[in-house]
């Protein structure tokens, strides 16, 4: 909890360099423009992404991951009519696009109760009724299961930061085994994180903005995170086939790797064989904002793209981000 908290002070103090440099850009529905906060140094880097872009006042309709809900559904996963557990909810921006999009029930969990309060406020503003609880994710439901269809997006990365008496790995799995108990038996888990392998990643990683540990093994990059930066490095992320693996060790019968195309936050496509017919059609779709394609496609799409869409078809993926759905 100390870590986190450490984490949340970072953030306000983010916040404040952020309202002085980005406020007064727009925001549309869907398309952020805010792609990076490069003077972000800590594990918090996505959260302050993320309070950023679910800021209540300014931005009240704003529908974050209406687009990573709509991609699934393209995967034969609908949220209509269905009990949804949203396991680290943060601010809610996918319990609100569940709850938007027909889910009968929404149940939002998360360590941090300012967070879940501002969840509320939001789902208030919209009118759209909301359960919140507080709740640590490393201990399992014990209660009848919640949910036919728990969502963990974004959340296990940050598990090695909960208790230094364990390994991330030990953490992340118990994070998973949480996620089996909140299911009904054939419930469905949708699963979102960082891929190891995308080369930027490799560069510097995403989390702790330091070079080269998601390449190292994980004792090297421990050590050389503790030269730099005087903490040990636990923020670890995998690569598919490991996330995969440890879906399947938490119980879960049947998991499938799917690839999201250019990256989770903002999918044009989600798909388990991305193809570069697919990349061709993403690239010229219509629906991106002029202004947005940048921060969407980024400024070499067909570079990028294509190594996503070569690399999987040769059964190494170095996509962004991976999406797992697995059954109970
Ligand atoms: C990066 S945010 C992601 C939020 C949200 N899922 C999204 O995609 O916008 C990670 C969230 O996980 C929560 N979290 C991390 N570890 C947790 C744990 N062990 N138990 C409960 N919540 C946790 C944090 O408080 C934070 O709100």
């Known amino acids: 909890m100390d870590e986190l908290r450490h984490g949340d002070l ?3 103090r983010a916040l404040r360099l952020i309202n002085n440099s980005t406020h007064g850009t727009t925001l549309t529905e869907h398309w952020p423009t805010d792609s ?3 003077r972000g140094r800590t ?3 996505v959260d302050v992404k993320t309070r950023l872009m679910d800021d209540l006042t300014n931005f009240p309709d704003y529908d974050r991951m209406g687009r990573f809900l709509e ?4 995967n ?3 949220v209509k009519g269905r009990r949804i557990a949203d396991l680290g909810a943060g601010y809610g921006s996918l319990a609100i696009a569940a709850k938007r999009r027909g889910a009968a029930q929404v149940v939002a969990i998360d360590a941090v109760a300012d967070r879940l309060d501002s969840l509320q406020q939001r789902a208030s503003a919209s009118g759209l009724e909301i359960e919140t609880r507080v709740a640590n994710l490393l201990t399992p439901f014990t209660e009848t299961p919640i ?3 728990a969502f963990l997006i974004g959340v296990v990365e940050y598990a090695g930061l909960w208790d230094l008496a364990l390994t991330p790995e030990e953490l992340q799995q118990r994070i998973f085994h949480t996620a089996f108990t909140a299911l009904e038996p054939g419930g469905t888990l949708i699963f979102a994180s960082k891929n190891r392998w995308w080369p930027s990643f490799i560069l510097r990683d995403e989390h702790t903005r330091q070079f080269l540990v998601d390449a190292l093994p ?3 990059a421990d050590r050389v995170s503790r030269m730099t930066r005087g903490t040990p490095y636990r923020e670890h992320i995998h690569s598919p086939k490991v996330w995969r693996k440890m879906i399947l060790d938490a119980g879960f019968s049947r998991a499938t790797c799917l690839y999201p195309l250019f990256n989770q936050w903002f999918p044009l496509t989600i798909t388990d064989r991305p193809t570069f017919g697919e990349l061709r059609r993403i690239i010229h779709q219509s629906d991106v904002p002029a202004d947005m394609t940048r921060h969407v496609l980024g400024r070499a799409p067909w570079i990028k793209g294509g190594l996503m869409v070569a690399s999987s078809t040769m059964g190494i993926p170095m996509t962004h981000g991976v999406v797992i759905t697995a059954t109970k």
């Open 147 to 149: 949910a036919d269809v």
């Open 76 to 78: 034969g996963i609908d």
């Open 43 to 45: 594990q918090v880097f």
């Open 218 to 220: 994980r004792g090297a």
């Open 10 to 12: 970072f953030v306000s």
């Open 36 to 38: 990076r906060y490069t």
């Open 71 to 74: 991609r699934i559904k393209d």
